[in-house]
């Protein structure tokens, strides 16, 4: 099992707090593309197969998050969650971004923004697309 | 990492994307990150740690606006 029994209790409780149903889309690349990680020590680690454990794992703790997976043939920015409609998090969901994965369903099942007053009226003022990327690593 | 969720979650103009560092080592190298979280704004290297959601917020409007 991917998830220990306190890990499952804890993110079952997290998503206990939707208020709303959220898709989660997962996309695999080719199975024979194994990446060393530093963060695991140097190993080979095939991350389909990670990523594929982990965000069934969560996903099947909440009847209000429904999980589709996307197999390419070809090589790409795989693996790639994409929860709701626009947040995207490519590599595995593991170590300390098992966090970002749990609690990025849990704002996407929100029914309003988590965000503070001052920070949504600055953000309706934009007139322009913006693009965030944050780099992360497991640990 | 949720502060930019939060961001795309509240703005239809913002969209966010986590990148594992280690397995995407090229772009990481290419947006000269070097200690993370790293925060890139339309594709330009903008600043790395945690800040406040505020701090955040003016950050990234600051850098598209750049």
Wanted: charged share 25%.
């Amino acid at each position: 099992m991917t998830l220990g029994e306190r890990e499952q209790d804890a993110i079952r409780a997290v998503l206990d707090g939707l208020e709303r149903e959220v898709d989660v889309k997962l996309e695999l690349g080719p199975t024979a593309t194994p990446v060393t990680l530093l963060a695991a020590g140097g190993r080979e680690i095939d991350s389909n197969a990670v990523a594929r454990d982990i965000v069934e794992a969560v996903c099947a703790l909440s009847d209000r998050v429904s999980l589709s997976i996307i197999e390419h043939d070809e090589p790409g920015p795989w693996p790639r969650t994409t929860i709701g409609t626009g947040l995207e998090y490519l590599g595995m969901p593991a170590g300390y971004e098992l966090t970002t994965l749990v609690h990025g369903i849990l704002e996407a099942g929100r029914a309003a923004p988590g965000l503070g007053d001052a920070s949504l009226e600055r953000l309706a003022a934009i007139d322009q697309d913006v693009a965030i990327d944050v780099y992360v690593t497991p640990t | 990492m949720l502060l930019a969720y939060k961001l795309a979650l509240a703005s239809p103009r913002v969209t966010a994307r986590g990148i594992e560092a280690s397995e995407f080592a090229v772009d990481a190298d290419r947006h000269g990150v070097q200690a993370v979280p790293a925060i890139v704004v339309d594709d330009r290297y903008a600043w790395a740690g945690a800040v406040p959601e505020a701090v955040f917020v003016e950050r990234v409007l600051a850098a598209a606006a750049g």
